[in-house]
């Protein structure tokens, strides 16, 4: 079983940033692979990013290539989302989850976080 606790959420104006983490427990993180996704209202999970487990290997939906990055830190058990140049259309729940698998763009990780709500204005 893997625990994921988001923060960093909250509201920034269009062209600004936010930093996203996301702290695990229960299992050795650097055995899961991590993502994060979002959900705005009225519509489904959405990709926006994942690493490895070892952090070697990165994936990013078209839409925030360029803008996010996606890290972790294995000693500190966090995963981390940095959100740069922010737009209104990135408004949404922002989730982390962890794979016992490999990394993936599908919405098929074992485990996810709660939620934390990042609203650009515009």
């Known amino acids: 079983q893997v625990e994921l606790v988001e923060s960093g959420g909250g509201l920034v104006q269009a062209g600004g940033s936010l930093r996203l983490s996301c702290a695990a427990s229960?299992?050795?993180?650097?055995?899961?692979?991590m993502g994060w996704f979002r959900q705005a209202p009225g519509k489904g999970r959405e990709f926006v990013a994942a690493?490895?487990?070892?952090?070697?290997?990165?994936y990013y939906a078209n839409s925030v290539k360029g803008r996010f990055t996606i890290s972790r830190d294995n000693a500190k058990n966090t995963v981390y989302l940095q959100m740069n140049s922010l737009k209104p259309e990135d408004t949404a729940v922002y989730y982390c989850?962890?794979?016992?698998?490999?990394?993936?763009?599908?919405?098929?990780?074992?485990?996810w976080g709660q939620g934390t709500q990042v609203t650009v204005s515009s």
């Open positions: 989850a962890a794979s016992d698998g490999a990394a993936m763009r599908e919405p098929l990780y074992d485990y």
């Open positions: 690493i490895s487990q070892s952090g070697s290997s990165t």
């Open positions: 229960g299992r050795t993180f650097s055995s899961v692979a």
